[in-house]
T-cell receptor
Framework: GQSLEQPSEVTAVEGAIVQINCTYQ??????LSWYQQHDGGAPTFLSY????GLEETGRFSSFLSRSDSYGYLLLQELQMKDSASYFC???????????????FGKGTHLIIQP | DGGITQSPKYLFRKEGQNVTLSCEQN?????MYWYRQDPGQGLRLIYY???????QKGDIAEGYSVSREKKESFPLTVTSAQKNPTAFYLC????????????FGPGTRLTVL
């Protein structure tokens, strides 16, 4: 089966940097994605790592280590609007080739304090 | 503007009734997905489709059915066999082969009374 572990809640201060970790166990690993979801809203895509290393997109960066089955999302210059839930998700290879849908972690609720 | 639409936003049904949730996209994506989200939980994959007239079961397909007759549309039917149907249902699409980057619709909140 597949499982992902991420902290349930993280608190940080406006303007600071926060890191949200994710460890996973899955067969046929394809890549690790990160999504943001505000209360009552739909998830929005933030980042994807298919290879080891760091991907940077503006204030957000994501890192993957396939050998450690570990990744993280780094948010810099935190703003109040970053208060949301953040989900890591793995995509898996399926028997027919390619990847099937995503398996999500339970999410990390990020609280930003002024 | 390109995007994914789901309707209705809120849906109430009596226990024992089947209900169909609609999902339409104009992003020209080949792949479409249905997820279910329960309070405080992550999303769980119900069904996915990579091409018209073909679809595959996800992790929690029991009690659900789908069809993919058109590239733009991927409706989900929640049948009376689904034991706990009350949930937030999200439809998504992606470019074929780019499953890691999915675009989500606004979701439908289904409440079964």
């Amino acid at each position: 089966g597949q499982s992902l572990e991420q902290p349930s809640e993280v608190t940080a201060v406006e303007g600071a940097i926060v890191q949200i970790n994710c460890t996973y166990q899955t067969s046929g690993f394809y890549g690790l994605s990160w999504y943001q979801q505000h209360d009552g809203g739909a998830p929005t895509f933030l980042s994807y790592n298919g290879l080891d290393g760091l991907e940077e997109t503006g204030r957000f960066s994501s890192f993957l280590s396939r050998s450690d089955s570990y990744g993280y999302l780094l948010l810099q210059e935190l703003q109040m609007k970053d208060s949301a839930s953040y989900f890591c998700a793995v995509s898996r290879k399926h028997s027919g080739g390619g990847a099937d849908g995503l398996t999500f972690g339970k999410g990390t609720h990020l609280i930003i304090q002024p | 503007d390109g995007g994914i639409t789901q309707s209705p936003k809120y849906l109430f049904r009596k226990e024992g009734q089947n209900v169909t949730l609609s999902c339409e996209q104009n992003l020209n994506h080949d792949a479409m997905y249905w997820y279910r989200q329960d309070p405080g939980q992550g999303l769980r994959l119900i069904y996915y489709s990579q091409i018209v007239n073909d679809f595959q079961k996800g992790d929690i397909a029991e009690g659900y059915s789908v069809s993919r007759e058109k590239k733009e549309s991927f409706p989900l039917t929640v049948t009376s066999a689904q034991k706990n149907p009350t949930a937030f249902y999200l439809c998504a699409s992606s470019i074929l082969g780019q499953v890691g980057e999915q675009f989500f619709g606004p979701g439908t909140r289904l409440t079964v009374l």
